[in-house]
Nanobody, 123 residues
């Protein structure tokens, strides 16, 4: 069974930094795109940053220049370094992976999500 587990959220003052991590575990055969999304209550989940297996990245306009996404393929882990945080960055952040698993039931490709981690930017 595949799991994505996030860590690193918390409370930070405006202008501060946080680093989110998301580690995949279980019967993972290969991970393609990994990404971070965020969601505010009552709003749709929005893409924050995405990274392909080859390392190509793209960012939401609102975070460009402040956030950096990276990944460690050997560890099945994706990171989000968040600098110069603003109150409007407050949200639950979700890790996403497009991956192929291979277990006793066979090989299949699908979308997987973490459980979410709260980021609060406030003085």
């Amino acid at each position: 069974q595949v799991q994505l587990v996030e860590s690193g959220g918390g409370l930070v003052q405006p202008g501060g930094s946080l680093r989110l991590s998301c580690a995949g575990s279980g019967s993972i055969f290969s991970i393609y795109t990994m990404a971070w999304y965020r969601q505010i209550p009552g709003k749709q989940r929005e893409l924050v940053a995405r990274i392909t297996s080859g390392g190509s990245t793209n960012y939401a306009y609102s975070v460009k220049g402040r956030f950096t996404i990276s990944r460690d393929n050997a560890k099945n882990t994706v990171y989000l370094q968040m600098n110069s945080l603003k109150p409007e960055d407050t949200a639950v952040y979700y890790c996403y992976a497009d991956l192929r698993s291979n277990d006793g039931l066979g090989s299949r490709r699908g979308d997987y999500w973490g459980q979410g981690t709260q980021v609060t930017v406030s003085s």
